[in-house]
């Protein structure tokens, strides 16, 4: 009888853990919505002032070699 017990749950189909599924399921548990919605708010912010700067820049008339208009372009106080 102990014979026909043990053939019994050496045959038991284990549950296989797939390497994939599981990433999948800890990335899913850990992903946290408002640091995505942070991330892609300075994003665009980045994206919103490089386009404000490139604005300026086209309607400004630049002398290259001024060096105070350099210094302004580049917004510190020296080059």
Known sequence: CSSLVSLYF???PT???NPKAALK???VAEFRP???IDELLLYKR????IELKEKQLST???DVCSTETLKCLKG???V
């Open 10 to 12: 050496f045959f038991i």
């Open 15 to 17: 549950a296989s853990v």
């Open 25 to 27: 399921s800890k990335i």
């Open 34 to 36: 408002q640091s995505l």
């Open 46 to 49: 980045s994206e919103d002032q």
């Open 60 to 62: 400004m008339r630049v």
């Open 76 to 78: 510190k106080d020296s």
